[in-house]
């Protein structure tokens, strides 16, 4: 299978030429330096005359018999600057790409569901049902994972691959991606991940797998799934699991959380008063 190489963008480009006049800068260095190390010899006889003038003489005399190296060491840190940099936008460039295709795949999966004998509406998607809505969009899911798997975006296409193959009732495929999602480094998404695992366990049964879950967002709360969000999480699960007792505690401790918002503080209230 061949593979397209991707045009590194015009700011990378710009990176390697501003490296490149770096390098001329350093060799001026050098030239500057070799002058200096080339002193009269009056100018030699006045400085040793100084015990600081001495050792001043001592580094410019290091300098000219190590100038080869000095000029590596200065074009090897050059081209290493000129390679992160010319690296980073490569990055950035593949980030923005995997966005754009992930964003095609999240426009088929949030499209309507309409009924059967109802026509589609021309140039506007919809689908008959949530699996053939998941099938749809998990093409384009699939595409940002495996071309763009080192991005941010590429993380996010499996866990909506997680969400999609539960809408097509596999619900091992989505554990499968749901748990490759939850180990990887970004926090944010891993998080999602993890509540989203933790609800197929809560709908298979794996009550204490859920609970584990729930626990650990509690403990390390995220952008995503915030401290209070995982905490009525747990206190749903024990409450629609005959554990109202425990449901009362953490619904409490909802509400008796100030810096929780209005709206968290009173769906608290609300199944606070359900449990009474």
């Given at each position: 299978?061949?593979?397209e190489v991707e045009?590194?963008?015009?700011?990378?480009?710009?990176?390697f030429d501003d490296?490149?006049?770096?390098?001329l800068d350093?060799?001026?260095a050098y030239?500057?330096l070799?002058?200096?190390?080339?002193?009269r010899s009056?100018?030699?006889?006045?400085?040793?005359q100084?015990q600081?003038?001495?050792?001043?003489?001592?580094?410019?005399d290091?300098?000219?018999?190590?100038q080869?190296?000095?000029l590596y060491w200065?074009v090897?840190?050059?081209?290493?600057i000129?390679?992160?940099?010319?690296?980073f936008?490569?990055?950035?460039h593949?980030e923005q790409?995997a966005?754009?295709?992930l964003?095609a795949?999240?426009e088929?999966y949030?499209?309507?569901i309409?009924?059967?004998?109802m026509?589609a509406v021309?140039?506007e998607?919809?689908?008959?049902?949530?699996?053939?809505?998941a099938?749809a969009?998990?093409?384009?899911?699939?595409?940002?994972s495996?071309?763009y798997?080192?991005?941010?975006?590429g993380t996010?296409?499996?866990?909506?691959?997680g969400?999609?193959?539960?809408d097509m009732n596999?619900?091992?495929k989505?554990?499968?991606y749901f748990?490759?999602v939850?180990?990887?480094g970004n926090k944010d998404?891993?998080?999602?991940?993890k509540e989203?695992l933790a609800?197929?366990?809560?709908?298979?049964?794996?009550?204490?797998d859920?609970i584990?879950?729930y626990q650990?967002?509690?403990?390390?709360?995220?952008?995503?799934?915030?401290?209070?969000?995982?905490?009525?999480d747990?206190?749903n699960?024990y409450?629609t699991?005959?554990?109202?007792?425990?449901?009362?505690?953490?619904?409490a401790?909802v509400v008796?959380?100030k810096s929780?918002?209005?709206?968290?503080?009173?769906m608290a209230?609300?199944?606070?008063a359900?449990?009474k």
């Amino acid at each position: 299978m061949t593979h397209e190489v991707e045009a590194v963008p015009e700011a990378g480009r710009r990176a390697f030429d501003d490296a490149e006049t770096l390098l001329l800068d350093s060799k001026i260095a050098y030239f500057l330096l070799s002058r200096t190390v080339t002193l009269r010899s009056s100018e030699r006889h006045q400085l040793k005359q100084d015990q600081f003038a001495v050792k001043t003489q001592e580094t410019l005399d290091w300098a000219a018999e190590h100038q080869n190296a000095l000029l590596y060491w200065t074009v090897g840190i050059v081209l290493l600057i000129a390679i992160a940099a010319g690296g980073f936008y490569y990055q950035q460039h593949r980030e923005q790409t995997a966005s754009v295709l992930l964003s095609a795949g999240l426009e088929q999966y949030q499209a309507p569901i309409r009924p059967a004998n109802m026509p589609a509406v021309p140039g506007e998607p919809s689908f008959t049902s949530a699996s053939d809505r998941a099938k749809a969009a998990s093409t384009k899911f699939i595409e940002v994972s495996q071309k763009y798997n080192h991005t941010d975006a590429g993380t996010l296409s499996k866990y909506f691959l997680g969400l999609a193959s539960q809408d097509m009732n596999d619900n091992a495929k989505a554990e499968e991606y749901f748990k490759d999602v939850a180990e990887s480094g970004n926090k944010d998404t891993a998080a999602l991940a993890k509540e989203a695992l933790a609800g197929l366990y809560r709908d298979e049964g794996r009550q204490r797998d859920a609970i584990k879950l729930y626990q650990e967002l509690i403990d390390k709360p995220t952008n995503t799934v915030p401290k209070a969000v995982a905490q009525l999480d747990l206190a749903n699960l024990y409450q629609t699991s005959n554990n109202p007792a425990e449901a009362k505690k953490i619904y409490a401790d909802v509400v008796k959380d100030k810096s929780n918002s209005d709206q968290i503080i009173g769906m608290a209230n609300t199944r606070l008063a359900e449990l009474k």
